[in-house]
C-alpha cells in the first residue's frame, strides 16, 4: 500500500509536474552582473626583484612533461613550440634531465 502511494507520489513530481520544479531549479542559478573578481592591486615580488600580481585569475592552460618518458626533446619542442613561451635552450635543459 505504501509503495503504491509513494510510485503514485513520484509520478506526478516527476512527470506531471516536471515543468514547475525545472523552473525552480533554473531559478536556483544567477549569472553575477558585473565584475565581481576585481581584488585590486596586490602584489608579490619574484627572487630576481620582479613584481607579480597576487591573487589574480588568470585563463589558459599549463603544459606538463615528463623527462622520463621523452626519447626526443627536440622533436616534442618543435612540435609545442607555438604554444610554449619558454626558450629552446631552457627546454631541452629541462627534458633532459632524467632524474
Do not use: C, W
Amino acid at each position: 500500500m505504501f509503495a503504491g502511494i509513494l510510485v503514485a507520489k513520484l509520478f506526478l513530481i516527476q512527470i506531471i509536474h516536471n515543468n514547475l520544479y525545472a523552473e525552480k531549479a533554473d531559478k536556483q542559478y544567477a549569472t553575477p552582473a558585473g565584475d565581481m573578481f576585481n581584488r585590486g592591486s596586490i602584489f608579490l615580488t619574484k627572487k630576481d626583484g620582479s613584481l607579480v600580481a597576487g591573487a589574480t585569475i588568470s585563463a589558459g592552460f599549463k603544459i606538463a612533461l615528463n623527462p622520463k618518458n621523452i626519447q626526443d626533446p627536440e622533436s616534442i619542442y618543435e612540435s609545442l613550440h607555438n604554444y610554449l613561451t619558454m626558450d629552446h635552450d631552457i627546454f631541452i635543459s629541462k627534458a633532459a634531465k632524467k632524474k
